[in-house]
């Protein structure tokens, strides 16, 4: 080890040293309990629930800003349940709304069965909220923009990690600056994305498979509901096209994600977008009948983790498992996992309760991906893409039991909702000391 030195950048302060290759590296020491790795709408719940309690938290996060392309919109109740408790379901509410109807279609636009969207219940207290991820994402970073002991670390991307029985560490590197640093905790959470840098340098696979359906999310100014009746979300079922109509914001503009062949290029599958559309929705619009904000075509998987723990590094969100967008529930079980690895660790760092708890995180959330989560999406992914439209009512029993009456909807909108709210696990349970 070199001789070291302080200097003081960006209100941290830095010990310069040489790491074991000689080059220089500066170790940054501060009083933060937990680094989380990503700022996406996974690792930002995590710091927003932490800094409730007063852990001081450093958010680590390779982009300069938000990841705006079309992803998440449609939180369930276990998600909404985290929102609660995490102080922000206010705005979250006030930014987006909770949408009311869903309906499985046939190519022409004719219904085949509907279903109201959340719990009819009065029990169940947490309607699904609708609101893009950029939008919640924005929420999240206003509230943290109050608290003291939150720093966002934007242009910071981790490249390497080690840890001991004592502490963790990851090195990081900067846009503007050729020497990585060192940012060492007592925990570390890898909430960057299904990509994961945590989960890949802690030798993780990821396992499960990829589907052999290829999807385009897109975002669209067009009238589904004002000319067409539509309702909020709607799902066409066909084979070749197949696609998810869903508004998603009080301004009318709406989600189209449509599947597509596999194995074709980004260029290719966006060439052919304009063509897709004329051909799929209600009118049969040309370009000059909507207006596309974005575009962003998209693998589908369903993947996990082998264990969300490896000692002192923990995984949450699109890091530890990802699942196709048809049941809404990738974000929505990030969501939880938010709030459930929150508690785990507030347990630990309070001391009332033993490091095991990290265990059953794992192990909880691990239960939820491969039950419910893994299951709903899967099989609603298969209704709509995977079968013929007309015989669909004849094949599927859940679509045969919707409009049967009003009471038989709520029955099956209840049920369907206790299945995602068994996704919600309560952490402080496990708490030995209050
Ligand atoms: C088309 C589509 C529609 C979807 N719709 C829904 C829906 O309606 N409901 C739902 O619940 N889910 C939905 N999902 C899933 C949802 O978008 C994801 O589950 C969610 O965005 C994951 O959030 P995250 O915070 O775990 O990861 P991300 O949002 O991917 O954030 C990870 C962050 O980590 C950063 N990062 C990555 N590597 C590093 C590194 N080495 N160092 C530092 N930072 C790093 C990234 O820049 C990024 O900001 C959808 C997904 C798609 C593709």
Same mark, same amino acid.
């Given at each position: 080890?070199?001789?070291?030195?302080?200097?003081?950048?960006?209100?941290?302060?830095?010990?310069?040293?040489?790491?074991?290759?000689?080059?220089?590296?500066?170790?940054?020491?501060?009083? +933060?309990? #937990?680094?989380?790795?990503?700022?996406?709408? !996974?690792?930002? &719940?995590?710091? =927003?629930?932490? @800094?409730?309690?007063?852990?001081?938290?450093?958010?680590?996060?390779?982009?300069?800003?938000?990841?705006?392309?079309?992803?998440?919109?449609?939180?369930?109740?276990?998600?909404?349940?985290?929102?609660?408790?995490?102080?922000?379901?206010?705005?979250?509410?006030?930014?987006?709304?909770?949408?009311?109807?869903?309906?499985?279609?046939?190519?022409?636009?004719?219904?085949?069965?509907?279903?109201?969207?959340?719990?009819?219940?009065?029990?169940?207290?947490?309607?699904?909220?609708?609101?893009?991820?950029?939008?919640?994402?924005?929420?999240?970073?206003?509230?943290?923009?109050?608290? +003291?002991? #939150?720093?966002?670390?934007?242009?910071?991307? !981790?490249?390497? &990690?080690?840890? =001991?029985?004592? @502490?963790?560490?990851?090195?990081?590197?900067?846009?503007?600056?050729?020497?990585?640093?060192?940012?060492?905790?007592?925990?570390?959470?890898?909430?960057?994305?299904?990509?994961?840098?945590?989960?890949?340098?802690?030798?993780?696979?990821?396992?499960?498979?990829?589907?052999?359906?290829?999807?385009?999310?897109?975002?669209?100014?067009?009238?589904?509901?004002?000319?067409?009746?539509?309702?909020?979300?709607?799902?066409?079922?066909?084979?070749?096209?197949?696609?998810?109509?869903?508004?998603?914001?009080?301004?009318?503009?709406?989600?189209?994600?449509?599947?597509?062949?596999?194995?074709?290029?980004?260029?290719?599958?966006?060439?052919?977008?304009?063509?897709?559309?004329?051909?799929?929705?209600?009118?049969?619009?040309?370009?000059?009948?909507?207006?596309?904000?974005?575009?962003?075509?998209?693998?589908?998987?369903?993947?996990?983790?082998?264990?969300?723990?490896?000692?002192?590094?923990?995984?949450?969100?699109?890091?530890?498992?990802?699942?196709?967008?048809?049941?809404?529930?990738?974000?929505?079980?990030?969501?939880?996992?938010?709030?459930?690895?929150?508690?785990?660790?507030?347990?630990?760092?309070?001391?009332?309760?033993?490091?095991?708890?990290?265990?059953?995180?794992?192990?909880?959330?691990?239960?939820?991906?491969?039950?419910?989560?893994?299951?709903?999406?899967?099989?609603?992914?298969?209704?709509?893409?995977?079968?013929?439209?007309?015989?669909?009512?004849?094949?599927?029993?859940?679509?045969?039991?919707?409009?049967?009456?009003?009471?038989?909807?709520?029955?099956?909108?209840?049920?369907?909702?206790?299945?995602?709210?068994?996704?919600?696990?309560?952490?402080?349970?496990?708490?030995?000391?209050?």
């Amino acid at each position: 080890m070199g001789e070291t030195f302080k200097i003081y950048i960006d209100n941290l302060d830095f010990i310069q040293s040489e790491d074991r290759h000689g080059l220089q590296d500066s170790e940054v020491t501060d009083n +933060t309990k #937990v680094i989380i790795v990503g700022a996406g709408p !996974v690792g930002l &719940l995590v710091a =927003t629930l932490l @800094s409730e309690h007063n852990v001081a938290v450093t958010v680590l996060e390779r982009g300069d800003a938000a990841d705006n392309r079309p992803r998440a919109t449609h939180y369930g109740s276990p998600a909404v349940k985290e929102l609660v408790r995490a102080g922000v379901w206010h705005d979250v509410l006030s930014a987006g709304f909770c949408p009311s109807v869903v309906t499985w279609r046939k190519p022409n636009g004719d219904k085949i069965a509907s279903m109201p969207m959340s719990s009819t219940e009065k029990d169940y207290p947490y309607p699904m909220v609708v609101l893009p991820v950029g939008d919640l994402v924005t929420v999240l970073l206003e509230h943290l923009s109050t608290r +003291t002991n #939150v720093r966002v670390l934007y242009g910071h991307t !981790v490249e390497g &990690l080690g840890q =001991t029985d004592e @502490s963790a560490w990851v090195k990081v590197r900067t846009k503007d600056d050729h020497h990585p640093k060192t940012f060492t905790a007592p925990w570390i959470v890898g909430a960057d994305g299904s990509s994961s840098a945590i989960r890949k340098l802690n030798n993780l696979p990821f396992e499960g498979k990829t589907w052999d359906r290829q999807i385009v999310a897109t975002n669209v100014y067009f009238p589904f509901d004002e000319r067409y009746g539509w309702t909020d979300s709607n799902f066409i079922i066909d084979r070749e096209n197949w696609y998810m109509a869903a508004k998603i914001s009080k301004n009318g503009l709406w989600r189209v994600t449509y599947g597509e062949q596999s194995g074709l290029s980004d260029e290719v599958l966006l060439s052919r977008q304009p063509e897709k559309f004329r051909h799929m929705l209600p009118g049969n619009p040309d370009p000059s009948k909507y207006t596309l904000t974005s575009i962003s075509p998209y693998q589908v998987h369903q993947r996990r983790a082998p264990t969300f723990r490896n000692k002192r590094f923990l995984l949450a969100g699109d890091a530890a498992h990802v699942c196709n967008p048809f049941g809404g529930l990738g974000l929505t079980g990030g969501i939880v996992d938010a709030g459930n690895l929150a508690d785990a660790l507030l347990g630990v760092l309070l001391g009332v309760a033993n490091q095991a708890i990290l265990d059953k995180y794992s192990e909880e959330r691990i239960k939820a991906f491969d039950g419910p989560i893994d299951f709903i999406s899967s099989t609603n992914f298969c209704r709509i893409a995977y079968q013929d439209a007309e015989t669909a009512l004849q094949n599927d029993e859940f679509l045969q039991r919707l409009d049967v009456d009003d009471k038989a909807n709520s029955e099956v909108a209840n049920e369907l909702h206790e299945s995602v709210f068994a996704i919600q696990h309560d952490f402080t349970q496990y708490y030995t000391k209050t």
